[in-house]
């Protein structure tokens, strides 16, 4: 009766679920979507597809290890348990890493379906040459894009998804972001980053009727680990709290820019974003 009475009287706050790899430094991944839900005021949930360990000892190479499908399968059964689709209707995926995980996670996705799913197409991580990314190429563009609502890749998924040769303007991300909604008919915020030349970081935001560049002057030239992971959370977690996807986009922006701002150094060689306190 106690419990009950608990219950009736807690207010709810807005849900936002991460299916994403663990990043052990704490700049990118799950732990990077968490800090970001929290930050932008929704209850972060997250369930793991993935181990990713930089080597200090061999020059911050990456050791990538799989989680098991039925553990993954048994994250999303309890977190799906617990928090029904009137409550937990906002996902966010990051790094699935092997076609195995995108089948699991793309017939857990098929069999409770979410209103909104915001998809970061994590072909690479920071620091991987790019052909690393080809064997989940194929399985990402089949099983897990036509589920997203919104897309939100960097240059070199930009590349892959628009099967552009070159983007090398604002113009070209422009028409990346077209190609890849024609495609697959997904609202798309295509990141230019440090990619574009001049002095500012500019995304293009198409959902195919609108279309808008959004700008923030450059902090650095170099790409900072977990600005993609948390701006994808940071859309996922507007769009939880009722904002359009474009409003959504727009404040992940100014978010992203100003964690890029508090970044954080280490020992590893490249700085990490920070949500602030």
């Not at 991944?29 to 932008?40: C, E, M, S, V, W």
């Not at 209707?89 to 990051?94: A, C, E, F, Q």
């Not at 409770?112 to 998809?119: D, I, K, Y």
């Not at 008919?185 to 959004?214: C, N, Q």
Request: proline fraction near 5%; include cysteine.
């Amino acid at each position: 009766m106690r419990r009950a009475l608990l219950r009736e009287n807690v207010l709810m706050p807005k849900l936002a679920l991460t299916i994403a790899g663990s990043e052990a430094t704490g700049g990118a991944g799950a732990q990077a979507d968490l800090k970001t839900f929290q930050a932008r005021g929704v209850y972060g949930i997250a369930a793991l597809t993935c181990i990713v360990s930089f080597n200090p000892s061999d020059n911050w190479s990456h050791r990538f290890v799989p989680v098991d499908a039925n553990v993954i399968d048994d994250q999303l059964d309890a977190i799906t348990g617990a928090y029904g689709p009137e409550a937990l209707d906002t996902v966010k995926i990051g790094m699935l890493g092997t076609p195995a995980t995108i089948t699991t996670v793309a017939k857990a996705l098929s069999a409770r379906p979410f209103t909104n799913v915001v998809l970061d197409p994590v072909l690479i991580c920071k620091g991987q040459e790019p052909g690393a990314a080809l064997d989940t190429d194929n399985a990402l563009k089949a099983e897990i894009l036509p589920l997203a609502t919104v897309v939100t890749p960097n240059h070199f998924e930009s590349l892959s998804l628009s099967g552009m040769d070159a983007i090398d303007t604002e113009d070209d991300l422009i028409e990346a972001a077209k190609r890849i909604h024609e495609r697959y008919g997904v609202t798309v915020v295509a990141k230019g980053g440090v990619r574009i030349a001049g002095p500012e970081a500019v995304d293009v935001y198409f959902d195919g009727v609108s279309l808008e560049v959004l700008r923030a002057p450059k902090v650095g030239e170099v790409a900072v680990s977990g600005a993609g992971c948390s701006l994808a959370a940071a859309i996922a977690a507007e769009i939880a709290k009722g904002a359009t996807t474009l409003e959504a986009a727009r404040t992940a922006k100014a978010f992203v820019t100003e964690a890029i701002t508090l970044r954080v150094a280490s020992n590893a060689p490249f700085d990490a974003v920070w949500q602030g306190d």
